[in-house]
Structure formats: C-alpha cells, structure tokens
C-alpha cells in the first residue's frame, strides 16, 4: 500500500491485554496540575522495567473536573490488576499527594474498583474526614498546605496495550519530526497514551537475548546501523527508524489513534525523509490483539 | 391512573400508625383490600376507611389530604415511590426511609427522618425533635439519604447522626448535631445552645455563628476545596443552599469533651 508515496507494509502490531485506569488530577492552576501529572506519569514507560504505563491524557477545563478547577486526565495502565493497583496508591502517595494544591479523583465507572485514597487516608493519622458526596466517598487528608481531597477509589477496565507503528526514514531527524507531527494528531485521540518520551520510542526491542539474564533486547532488524550485520528490515536508503507505542482503553481507540498518526505523517510526503511505516509484532506469539495496518488505514479495523 | 389519595375523615383524637401505608405496602392492592387493612388508632385496631377515604388507583404516588400532626410513621420503612402530605405530619415521619422521596407541605412532629437510610425528606414547614436521629435503643441516628427542612426544626437535630445530609433553611434548636458520629448537617438560620455537644465526626455548615461552648476549638479561616463538591451536589434540590458557593469558612473542631474530630464550618459572608 502507498499512501502519498510512502509505503505502508503489509504487516501488523501485535497488542496485548492490560488493566487499565483513568485519574483526574486538578490543581490551583494548569501549572500545578501538570506537575503533578507530570511527577505520576514519570518512569512509566514501559511495563518491563517500569511496573506500569502512563501517560496524560489530556487537559481539562475548570467545568469538565469534580472540583471546578483546571486538571488533567491521566491514563495508566498496568499487565494485571494487582500491579495498577499498588503503582497506582504509590505514586498517588509519592506524587499527588505531595504537589501542592492538587486533588484527584476518578476518571472512570466501572464495577471494578481500585484505591486511590483509600488507604492514602491514614496519612492523616486520624484527622482524616471521610465525605459521602452523591454517592461518591472523598478523603480530606489535612496537609500543611490545607487540605488534600481525593476520592476513594477510581475505576479499573481491561484495556489494550502495545499498539505501535514504526516510522523508517533517510536521517534521524526526519524520523523524528514525522514522529512529532503524528503525536501532536494522536494526541487530540480520547482514551490512549503514548506513555514513551515524547510519545517516542528510539528503542524498540525484540523478545529474547544472547545474554542469559537479559529477556529483550535491542531490535536488530530495525537498527540501521547493522544493516549489513544482521537480517535486516530496512532497505539501503533507511537510515533512522522510531517507534510509536499506544496504550488504549479499546481495540478501536488504538485503531483509531494509529490510523491518526500515520495518516499525518503520510500528509508530509515522500519528500520528508519518510519511506515506510512498518509494524512491530512477535508472529502473533505475544498478543491476541493485531492491528493490521492495511486494514486499519483502509478504515476496515477503526 | 391518579394517584392513591388518602383523605382523613375525621378530628384524630389519638396517633394514627400510618407505616402501612407506604407504596411498598400497598402495591398490586385494590381499594377494598387497602380499605380493609387494620392499622392502631390510640390502643386499638381500626380499618383505614374508619379514618380516611380512599381514592385513586396508583398506589407508587401516595396523597395524604386533610392531614393531621396525630398521623404518625408515614412512609415509614418506604423503598419506591412517592408520598406527599398535603398538612401536617405526625410524629417519626420518614421513620428508616429506605428510597422514594416524602414531601410534607406542612409540619412536622419530633423524629422526623429518624433512622432513615437513603431517599429523599423535604418538609416545607417546622419540624420537631430529634430530626435525624436514632431511635428508642438505637445507638446511630439517620444512616443516609437526604432531608431538606423549608422552616425550623426543634432540638438535637441529627443525634448520632451516621451518615446522610440534613439542610435546614430555618433556624434549630439546642444541641444541633449532638453526638453526630458522621455526616452533614446545614443551617442557614439561627441555633441554639451547645451546638456540637459531644460531637465525634461529621459536618456543621452553619451561615451564622452560634454560642460555641468552651470544648470546640477555633482553627481559623480556610479555603476548603471539598466544599465545591459539595455545594455541586445541593444543585439537585430546589434550596437556598444551592446558591452557596464560597469555600471561605471558619472552622471549629470539637467536642474535645469526647475527643471528636467532628468540624463546625461558618461560611464567611
């Protein structure tokens, strides 16, 4: 498939199974919001080293939040439901709690519940007030900046992650502004994270290693510097290759989000640098879920 | 279908247990066998339509008409439906409300949403004691749900009050919130004596200062972030205290008498 001179292989990313959670942080402003977003969201990359992924979701205005003050939406997603949980109580306590003026609650029903405040609570080593508000049950832990209000818990959907694209072009700066151009489009998709560095990955990895200890390790294939070295992917003229890894609540949203940042970066043109989007998958070992590429920009999987 | 209207016939000269009456009770009945069901006058058993005359069919929504403060336990234990009394309602209306909403035009006797659990009270008049409290031998007053009072209530407004919410637009008596373990109760009226007394948890959002005694303590102003959720959730209801919205309060805590950490929040004007 060509898409405005740029080839779209005829392959697909391999997805798995995840739980996943939304967190609504406010603040006294965006500034303060953001840095509590930021705090939570940080070192949590990638489930094989991090424990968990997460990522903002978006900003929120002072009339989207519970409290009527500016927020952000904060997804995090984790391989079990266990882990969410004892990620998510942690960096609620190490990170949320202690930003100035931030508050947080749940960003999404379900019937499955985890904690967020729950047992953050006993922070306040008994001056905590528990508060019924329609329905909802908030935690006031008092803080040295006043209070410090949270919901008991938020809730937890199985989700999907894993879904990415890699972008193969002539120079590295090339791969990385396509990259840019297409997180800046996913970025207005609901539901998903990019949860690397910019949304970015330069580190794609393949199952297993030669060392012993090690169980992923650099994808040879992709690194155009082993061109000649290894059984590569990647034609003469490649010479840069990033990867874009989504995390979403749904197989749709993740669909909907690639087909976003690839049709972006198809918009710039062959003349960009930009010669193929390829996928990364593991032979459909990984994970059930596939997200063909083909099929995904043809509009027949979103 | 109109609504099953209740119609007293007749001066009470005893209470009247009304806690049959609710539309949990009188579901899929027909008016001869509501007619005939015995309920306590005084210390004896009469039929309803010894006291009342009954029409309408749709037992869900429940009229009382020609009321009387002798009408007692009305809607008591109620899980659907609605009620309105169009008077005065006696004694231990709302008693353990489980759901449905009971609206009084009038007033109301002492116990009123006592023991309640969920649902919705509005009493457009006065109302008496022991609002939202327990009852005899009970060691928790109401557990949930929502009571809005249009008028004044009397004494020990939620007496170990366990959870639920309590707006007076009126003014209370004594010991408003005595023994509260949990919950929130609103004034915007005047209060009287020993407000809080023996409170251990729970929250007194009061308009106006009353006399505090000597076992609440003054922690000082404070922006209260929680009280935006909270004034969001009074919008539901056609109230005065849907209009709050300044987070600036003075906030007590006490009683220390019992080592509560119950929190008496006077809303800066």
Known sequence: MLLNGIQIDDTFAEAFNMRGTRVIITAQNLKWAYHAANAMTGFATSVIGCGVEAGIERELSADETPDGRPGISVLMFAMGSKVLMQQLETRMGQCILTCPTAAAFAGIESEDKINLGKHLRYFGDG?????????????????MDGEFLTQETTGMVRAIG??????????????????????????????????????????????????KTMFASTNDAFCPTLKGATNSELSPEIESVMEIVIDGLTFEDIAISMRVGIQAICNLGANSGVKRISAGNYGGKLGPHLFKLHDIMSGNNA | MSALTFTLKQTLQHSVNCSDLTPNHLANKSTAEIACIQINYGNSLVRV???????????????????SGKLDYLGANMTSGSITVEGNAGAYLGFGLKNGEIHCQGNAEAFAACSMRS?????DGNTGDFLGAGSDGSRKGMLGGTVIVKGNAGDRVGDQMRRGLILIEGNTGDYCGSRMIAGTIGVLGDLGAYTAFNMHRGTLLLQKQPKLHATIQDCGSHTLPFLNLLFKSFTNYNTPFSKLSTQRVRRF????????NGEVLILSV
């Open chain 1, 127 to 143: 001056f905590q007030t528990s508060k019924l508000i329609d329905g909802k049950r908030y935690w006031r832990i008092p803080v």
């Open chain 2, 49 to 67: 339509d010894e006291i009342f005359a009954i029409t309408g069919s749709d037992a869900q929504h429940i009229h009382f008409k020609n009321t």
């Open chain 1, 162 to 211: 894993g879904g990415n694209f890699l972008i193969l072009a002539t120079s590295q700066p090339a791969a990385l502004a396509a990259a840019e151009t297409a997180i800046e489009a996913m970025k207005l998709v609901p539901n998903v994270i990019m949860p690397f560095p910019g949304g970015v990955v330069r580190s794609g990895s393949k199952v297993g290693s030669k060392y």
């Open chain 2, 119 to 123: 649902g919705l009270l509005k009493i």
């Open chain 2, 253 to 260: 805590v006490g009683d220390a008498a019992c080592s509560g």
